[in-house]
């Protein structure tokens, strides 16, 4: 009787375990920091178009299951029309600015808690580079600069329900040693509530839902220019106000820059076969920003993902 028991005990963790893969492959939400990689040699090619103050960008993304918790993947956002960008962190995993990145995940936690649920942990780490001079409207575009990303993210994960809390830091350096142009530096927040509904509950190949409730939060800094040369006469959307004067050290700051805002809403995802559609938009809830910047009524995503290689369901 207890083999029979203890039988009956394997087979139920088996289908525990076969039960969550789609919360763990590789698409977690929109815009926040999840713990989710693809599996050993899956992969993806994802294209995503976003919208923020009047700005819209399209971006690629390829992601490579380098191991079943160790996922690398290559991004390069650009713009569709031109404008100042807000802030430089769109969401966790692709630049919110047009850049080059290349991304590190490494799930480096991965424990069972019961039938079908799960705690995870996962790190990222990536370089990035802007790919174009960054418009500006109280003076000349700033140059371009490399960047560093790093973020953790934890999760609680079942086959109904998960809740993702996470944090990261987008750095900007220089290319030279002398004084030159440095775009904000963002750290960024994020919490992360999913919920899968019973009814929509379809086992592969039929259409598999998810919706997200996001909530973001920021904090900008300031960003800053070399010294204009004496006599250059800095031309603006505005007219020619007269630039900021440099500090003691030689950088201009920009008062017009950085800030901190609490963003919020509604997300989804659907899985089919081998695609992945996604979309959700957020709202602001609280900004406070340094100056006179472009406000942001909402910031709105739009994405499919197709997944190919080694992929299994």
């Not at 083999?3 to 394997?10: A, F, Q, R």
């Not at 160790?70 to 630049?95: C, K």
């Not at 999760?155 to 329900?161: A, L, W």
Request: glycine share 12%.
């Amino acid at each position: 009787m207890r083999d029979i028991l203890s039988k009956v005990k394997v087979i139920v963790c088996l289908l525990g375990l076969v039960s969550v893969p789609a919360w763990g492959d590789g698409h977690g939400p929109a815009f926040g920091i999840s713990t989710t990689t693809l599996g050993s040699g899956d992969a993806s090619v994802e294209t995503e178009v976003t919208y923020r103050s009047g700005v819209a960008m399209i971006g690629p993304q390829f992601s490579y299951g380098i191991s079943e918790n160790l996922q690398l993947s290559v991004s390069a956002p650009f713009d569709i029309n031109q404008g100042e960008h807000p802030v430089d962190r769109f969401s966790s995993t692709m630049p919110g600015i047009p850049a080059a990145e290349v991304l590190l995940a490494w799930r480096f936690h991965h424990a069972l808690t019961g039938v079908g649920s799960r705690n995870e942990a996962t790190l990222y780490v990536g370089g990035l580079t802007t790919t174009q001079h960054l418009l500006r409207s109280d003076g000349p575009p700033l140059q371009r600069q490399p960047g560093i990303y790093g973020a953790i993210a934890a999760g609680h994960i079942t086959r109904r329900y998960n809740i993702w809390a996470g944090a990261g830091y987008q750095y900007f350096g220089k290319w030279s040693s002398g004084i030159v142009d440095h775009e904000s530096n963002t750290l960024l927040t994020s919490l992360v509530l999913g919920w899968r509904p019973p009814f929509l509950d379809r086992e592969y190949p039929k259409p598999d839902w998810r919706f997200f409730w996001e909530t973001t939060g920021e904090d900008v800094g300031q960003a800053w220019r070399a010294p204009t040369p004496p006599g250059t006469v800095v031309v603006t959307d505005h007219g020619t106000p007269p630039p900021p004067p440099p500090n003691s050290s030689g950088i201009v700051v920009l008062p017009d820059s950085g800030g901190r805002s609490v963003y919020s809403g509604p997300t989804f995802l659907c899985t089919y076969r081998s695609f992945a559609f996604q979309g959700g938009v957020l709202f602001p809830l609280w900004t406070q920003l340094n100056g006179t910047q472009p406000s942001e009524r909402f910031r709105a995503v739009i994405g499919v993902s197709y997944f190919f290689l080694g992929r299994h369901k």
